[in-house]
C-alpha cells in the first residue's frame, strides 16, 4: 500500500485578531480580500490564455501577485538540469538585492538547511512561513528579511508533465497574512501555472502536427503538378483548372491557355456527343464516375486517342468532375502509374484526416477512438439508408473529425469526472462551432463542416449551436446525432461507466421523432437488433 501524500506545511502561524475594527470592518476587509483574490486568480488565467512564451508567462505572475496580491516581492525559480539551485527567471517588487543573497537548493542532502525551499521542491507541496522573523527555520534570513520588512512568505511548487520543476515564491509585509482563502487561490494560481506550462508543450505538439499536415500538402500539389497523368478538374462547362501534364499531352505550351474553354474543345467531333453525355451524367450524380476513352483534338489540329477517367466531387463548394487523362500509347505504364498515384492522394487524404483526428485525441484522450469509433456507425447507418459508397465515406470522414473543435477546451473540463459546472458546459458545447470553423475552409467533397457544426442539433429544435429544426439540419448531421449518442452513452467516460449498447438504443428510441430524425433512428435499430450490428472495437 502506498504512503499517503505529504501535507502542506504551514510554520508559525498567528491568528489574526478579528474583533479589530469592529463587524464592520472586518466585512469590508474580507469584501476586499474576495476582490483581491478573484484579480490574482482571474489575471493569472488570462495571462495563461493570452501570453506566448514562458518567460513572459512568469513574469506577469509575479507582477499580478504584487500589485493584486498586495505582495511586497514575488519571483519565480526553476530547478535546471544538473544544477540543484533554484534559480530566479522571473521577479516582480523591491527586494532589496534580498533574492540575489539566496542560494537555494532542491538536491535532498541540503534541503534542512535550505528551509521552506528544499521542502516545497521535494514534497511537491506548498510551504508557508507565516511569521517570518520568529520561525527558527529561517534564522539565516531573519537579517535580510528584517531590512526589506518580510513578516511572512510561502512557496507554492510548479510542474511540468507531473514533475515539480519550480515555485513561486511570495513575500508579505504582515505576519499571519496567509489566510486560508488566500492559500487556497495561491494552491490554485500555482496549479493554472502548471496546466499553462503542459499547455505550452501541448501547443509545441500541435504546432509539429500542422508542420506535418503542411508537409503532406506540399507533397500533395507535388504529386498532382509532377504527375505523368493528365488531371483536369471541370465545372460549369469550362476546365477550372489543368495541370502541365495535361496541357502537354494535348500539344499546349501552358495549363493557362486551357482553363475557362469548354472540355469539348479538345475533343473530335466524332465523339463529342459522347462526351457531352458522360460529362452530365457525372454532373448531375447518375453515376459517380466514369472511365472511357475518346479522340482528342491537340492544339496543331492533329487527333490522338485518349483515356480517360473521372469523377464527380465538390470543387470550392459547387459540382465539378475531376479527371485523370493519358495517351492511349502509353496505357499500360500510364495504368500502373494512375493507380499509385490514387493510391497516394488516398493515403495523403488519410493522413490528413488522421493528423486532425490525433489533435483532438492529444487533448482528450478519455475519448481515444470515440471519432472513429462514431464514423463508423455513422457509415453503418448511411448504407442502411441506401447511401452510395463515395456518400458513406463522406460519413466516415466527417466522422473521425466532427469533434475537432475540442482542441480549443482546456484539458482539465474535458476530463473532469465529476459534473460540469454551467460556464464549463457552455465551452463544452462551444466545440461545434469551433469545430466548424476549423473545417470550412476545407475543399472536402462532402459537407464535412456543416456535419460537425449540426451533429448537436435536434430534430424539435432543442439542440445547439443554432436551434435548427427538422428539415433543416443537414441528413448527414442527423445520422451523425444518433451514432454520436449511440457510442457516448456506450463507452466509458472520465464521469461515469460506459452504459451499455441496449440503453443507447432505448435513448434513441424514446427520442424518436422528437430529438432524432425517425428514419436514422429506425435504420440503427434494425442494424442493431435484426441484422446484429456491433459496436466497432
Known amino acids: 500500500m502506498s504512503a499517503p501524500d505529504p501535507q502542506p506545511i504551514v510554520m508559525s502561524n498567528p491568528v489574526p485578531d478579528a474583533t479589530a475594527g469592529g463587524a464592520a470592518g472586518a466585512a469590508e476587509q474580507a469584501l476586499l480580500r474576495q476582490r483581491n483574490l478573484y484579480a490574482v486568480l482571474s489575471q493569472t488565467n488570462k495571462a ?44 516582480y517588487g523591491e527586494d532589496a538585492g534580498y533574492i540575489d543573497q539566496l542560494n537555494l537548493s532542491a538536491n535532498g542532502a541540503s534541503a534542512s538547511r535550505r528551509g521552506l525551499t528544499g521542502r516545497a521542491l521535494l514534497s511537491g507541496k506548498y510551504v508557508i512561513s507565516n511569521d517570518f522573523l520568529n520561525d527558527r527555520a ?9 531590512r526589506v520588512g518580510v ?87 469550362k476546365f477550372a483548372y489543368v495541370n502541365p501534364r495535361f496541357a502537354e499531352i494535348l500539344g499546349y505550351g501552358s495549363p493557362a491557355e486551357l482553363i475557362g474553354r469548354s472540355p469539348l474543345s479538345i475533343v473530335a467531333e466524332t465523339d463529342r456527343s459522347v462526351v457531352a453525355e458522360n460529362i452530365r451524367r457525372r454532373i448531375e450524380g447518375e453515376v459517380p464516375s466514369l472511365a472511357y476513352n475518346f479522340t482528342a483534338q491537340r492544339k496543331d ?13 465538390s470543387y470550392r463548394g459547387r459540382p465539378a468532375i475531376i479527371g485523370l487523362m493519358q495517351d492511349i500509347s502509353e496505357k499500360k505504364r500510364a495504368e500502373e502509374k ?27 484522450p478519455y475519448t481515444v477512438g470515440h471519432e472513429r469509433r462514431v464514423g463508423a456507425i455513422a457509415a453503418a447507418i448511411g448504407a442502411e439508408l441506401g447511401f452510395d459508397a463515395r456518400r458513406v465515406e463522406g460519413l466516415r470522414v466527417a466522422g473521425h473529425l466532427h469533434d475537432i473543435g475540442k482542441i480549443s477546451i482546456p484539458t482539465e473540463i474535458l476530463s473532469k469526472p465529476g459534473k460540469l459546472s454551467a460556464a464549463e458546459f457552455m465551452l463544452i458545447k462551444g466545440h461545434a462551432q469551433a469545430s466548424y470553423d476549423i473545417l470550412k475552409h476545407v475543399e472536402f467533397p462532402w459537407p464535412v463542416a456543416d456535419v460537425a457544426l449540426q451533429h448537436h442539433e435536434r430534430m424539435d429544435g432543442g439542440g445547439y449551436p443554432q436551434g435548427l429544426e427538422g428539415e433543416t439540419i443537414l441528413l448527414e448531421a ?24 441496449d ?35
Not at 501577485?65 to 530566479?88: C, M, S, T, Y
Not at 494560481?189 to 503542411?214: C, H, I, P, T
Not at 494512375?338 to 482528450?364: G, K, P
Open 478 to 501: 442527423r445520422i451523425m446525432a444518433v451514432a454520436d449518442v449511440i457510442e457516448a452513452m456506450s463507452s466509458h467516460r472520465p464521469y461515469r461507466p460506459g452504459l451499455g449498447i
Open 48 to 91: 495563461i490564455i493570452h501570453r506566448v512564451g514562458r518567460d513572459e508567462l512568469f513574469a506577469a505572475v509575479c507582477r499580478i501577485a504584487v500589485e493584486q496580491g498586495r505582495f511586497r516581492f514575488a519571483w519565480i525559480g526553476l530547478v535546471h538540469e544538473n544544477d540543484p539551485r533554484l534559480k530566479p527567471v522571473a521577479r
Open 151 to 237: 513578516r511572512a512568505m510561502a512557496k507554492f511548487p510548479i510542474r511540468q508533465g507531473g514533475a515539480v520543476i519550480g515555485a513561486i515564491n511570495l513575500y508579505a509585509g504582515e505576519a499571519g497574512f496567509f489566510t486560508e482563502d488566500l492559500i487556497a487561490t495561491l494552491d490554485e494560481m500555482a496549479n493554472d501555472v502548471s496546466f499553462g506550462l503542459d499547455n505550452y508543450v501541448r501547443e509545441a505538439a500541435r504546432k509539429q502536427a500542422e508542420e506535418a499536415l503542411r508537409a503532406a500538402e506540399d507533397l500533395f500539389r507535388g504529386l498532382v503538378e509532377q504527375s505523368i497523368a493528365g488531371i483536369d478538374i471541370v465545372q460549369d462547362n
Open 301 to 313: 489540329g492533329t487527333t490522338i486517342d485518349v483515356g480517360v477517367h473521372g469523377a464527380r466531387a
Open 503 to 537: 440503453k443507447a438504443l432505448a435513448e434513441i428510441e424514446r427520442g424518436r421523432g422528437t430529438a432524432y430524425d425517425t428514419n436514422v433512428v429506425d435504420a440503427c435499430l434494425r442494424l442493431f437488433r435484426e441484422k446484429r450490428y456491433q459496436l466497432p472495437a
Open 338 to 364: 494512375i493507380q499509385h498515384y490514387i493510391v497516394q492522394l488516398e493515403n495523403s487524404f488519410m493522413r490528413t484526416v488522421e493528423i486532425a483526428t490525433t489533435l483532438s485525441e492529444m487533448r482528450d
Open 138 to 146: 529561517m534564522a539565516p534570513w531573519h537579517e535580510a528579511a528584517r
